[in-house]
């Protein structure tokens, strides 16, 4: 049955959107025109050299060196790009100063700093200041510089002045433990520490200087560290973060190759050391254009994503610097009087572009709010979500609650591509609970088991072909055999990622979960969302999670675990509606063998369900091994489920 028109674009809207200048200027410049966007997509994925020349040349990258063929070899794993060019990501950015000096670059809210500006021409001169500094530090191309630091313009200069001298960038989140933090930054033997003693939040200041000092002993390889000092005087031999962007320099980049690594990130690291990905300049200067026509944005937006420093989503955030959008950083916490403070920003920042992980909008939905009536939303034009995906009932309440005239644009990706597969496109209708569309140079498909397509049926998410932003390599994988099992070893050369999803004939698409937590009830497969669908649409529960616990010549057994609402008792009302739910919405085979309590669901960092985690628990896994605490958002949300699991061994 085909979802609810929710909104639809203006001719105006849909003529004046960044897609629709895209489509003109192929008309106009290659003599390329479309039936329709399913049309222009398989142009992408089939002309792949053709495609990528196009976005580099409407996007008008900058380049010392344009190499002559992008796409080198077209093969998985082991494409090539760009072999002879020579760019720096960091040209892309400082692009848009000339001529915009004081014009607004950053806007900032900080818990821990208060709200603060700075302008094209400020980022150009702090970024080239630290740069000059670092390479002061003996830091040179290919070496690693490492932060821990908030979402705040300390951590975006850092970033800029690191790339724009050929070094290696590398983030982690203030709030994650120290084993997570050393377990990423020992992998790849850093240069220098970049990092906060403390900050702010919900109101708490929260002192971080003997965790850092743990973690700078841990690293030998750190010949410097740098500090922001918040809660304390200057540690002996650290140099102080402000030091650094005073002086008069030159931006100076330097040109490296089109595969050069620019950043390094981190799979979620809850059930194996994380893997460190590596994103090349070249590859991450065309995935993030390409993004920004699915986003409509332009110089003239103001954007801001609610993410922490620790999720792909802080990278994101530079696709509209990128394209000259004033970008603006929310460092605080999101509920924090209440939830409404990230609305009561957005209003007052008059900002254009908002986006934040699923479970925010679900939390907002949940506790009631309802900025139509509280704030002036006038300026907001379009919303994205992702981390999860965004429910039915979400989409609802943007619509009822939030504002009725926008463009809502859920995406669906990660951080192993640094981008999306599939997304929005601001010339299409909005229906409830679906994805508009598969993005651009991106051949996203829905699998079966047996490498077959399928379409309005739920399969594996697979990409035929390679992506410019696809992982170099994973960092001290010399044989390139982690990379293949972690992506390839089920189909050849075909990318698999992990979801479950379904496309249907038009391309829009459903994504229900993790395909590694598969649901398998009587020979019927489902993806956990469905359920969750379900079950959280209802007032009276919070939040849930589910695993089907399979066992070798035994009936699988099913609990659900649920986060009741403030007040509200899980009895045996709260249990029938809850079956209810799942028998309407989803087919009475779902029903749980059992419905248990729970205080909260564990997270990863980034929001999202733990499932597999503990689904290997409660199948006999060793609580130690099946989850790396330091990389969960919650780690004490785990205890619950190593009694669960050892009450269940005894019965």
């Known amino acids: 049955m085909t979802a609810p028109v929710l909104w639809a674009p203006s001719a105006e809207r849909r003529e004046a959107s960044t897609m629709a200048a895209f489509e003109r200027w192929l008309a106009d410049h290659r003599g390329l025109s479309f039936d329709d966007y399913n049309a222009m997509w398989r142009w992408s994925i089939e002309d792949l050299e053709g495609f990528w020349s196009a976005i580099w040349d409407f996007f008008d990258v900058r380049a010392s060196v344009r190499p002559e063929k992008l796409l080198v070899k077209r093969q998985m794993p082991g494409a090539e790009w760009g072999t002879g060019g020579r760019l720096n990501y960091v040209d892309q950015i400082m692009k848009h100063v000339e001529g915009r000096e004081d014009q607004l670059a950053l806007i900032v809210q900080s818990e821990t700093f208060g709200r603060s500006e700075m302008t094209w021409g400020a980022l150009r001169a702090q970024v080239a200041s630290v740069a000059a500094r670092l390479r002061g530090m003996g830091v040179g191309t290919g070496d690693r510089v490492v932060a821990i630091l908030p979402n705040t313009d300390t951590a975006l200069v850092a970033f800029l002045a690191t790339a724009s001298i050929g070094a290696i960038w590398s983030l982690c989140a203030p709030d994650m433990g120290h084993v997570a933090i050393l377990d990423r930054f020992k992998q790849i033997e850093p240069k220098v520490l970049i990092a906060q003693d403390g ?128 970008v603006a950083m929310f460092d605080s916490a999101p509920n924090h009087p209440d939830m409404g403070v990230v609305w009561r920003f957005v209003a007052a920042e008059k900002i254009t572009y908002f986006g934040a992980g699923a479970a925010f909008y679900s939390g907002c939905m949940k506790a009631g709010v309802t900025p139509r009536t509280d704030v002036d939303l006038s300026a907001l034009r379009s919303l994205g979500s992702t981390g999860s995906p965004l429910s039915s009932d979400a989409y609802d309440w943007i619509y009822r609650d939030v504002k009725a005239d926008q463009w809502l644009a859920p995406i669906s990706g990660g951080t192993d591509l640094a981008g999306a597969f599939v997304l929005g496109h601001p010339g299409m209708a909005v229906r409830a609970g679906e994805m508009q569309c598969r993005a651009l140079g991106n051949a996203v498909h829905a699998y079966d088991a047996h490498g077959n397509a399928l379409v309005d049926e739920v399969g594996e998410l697979v990409c035929k072909e390679p992506l410019p932003s696809m992982p170099l390599y994973f960092w001290g994988d010399e044989d390139g055999s982690r990379l293949f099992d972690s992506y390839f070893a089920d189909y050849p050369g075909i990318w698999r990622h992990g979801d479950w999803i379904s496309i249907n004939a038009e ?106 985690p503990v689904k290997k628990l409660l199948l006999g896994g060793d609580a130690a091994r099946v989850v790396n605490r330091d990389s969960m958002a919650n780690p004490d949300s785990f205890d619950f489920f190593i009694a669960y699991a050892e009450a269940r061994a005894l019965t």
Request: aromatic fraction near 8%; include cysteine.
């Open 199 to 326: 900050y702010v939040h919900a109101g708490k200041t929260i002192d971080r200087r003997a965790i850092l000092a743990e973690i700078a002993a841990g690293l030998p390889s750190v010949t410097q560290c740098v500090t922001v000092p918040v809660v304390g005087a200057l540690p002996p031999g650290h140099v102080a973060w402000a030091s650094l962007t005073r002086d008069d320099m030159p931006y100076l980049s330097e040109q490296v190759d089109f595969e050069h690594p620019l950043w390094i990130v981190y799979s979620s690291g809850t059930t194996g050391n994380p893997k460190p990905i590596v994103h090349g300049h070249g590859g991450i200067i065309l995935e993030a254009a390409k993004q920004s026509l699915h986003h409509d944005l332009t110089a003239a937006d103001r954007f801001c994503w609610m993410t922490s420093s620790g999720w792909i989503m802080w990278n994101s955030q530079w696709m509209a610097l990128g394209q000259g959008a004033t």
């Open 507 to 612: 391309g829009a698409s459903v994504i229900y979960g993790r395909s590694d937590a598969t649901i398998n009830r009587k020979g019927l497969r489902l993806g956990s969302a469905e359920i969750y669908q379900a079950v959280e649409g209802l007032d009276s529960v919070m939040d849930s999670l589910v695993v089907d616990l399979e066992f070798l010549g035994r009936e699988s057994f099913m609990p659900l675990f649920v986060v009741p609402a403030p007040g509200v008792a899980l009895d045996d009302t709260l249990k029938d509606q809850i079956n209810a739910a799942i028998r309407s919405g989803v087919s009475a085979r779902f029903i749980p063998n059992e419905i248990i309590e729970i205080k909260e669901v564990p997270r990863t960092l980034s929001g999202k369900k733990l499932e597999v």
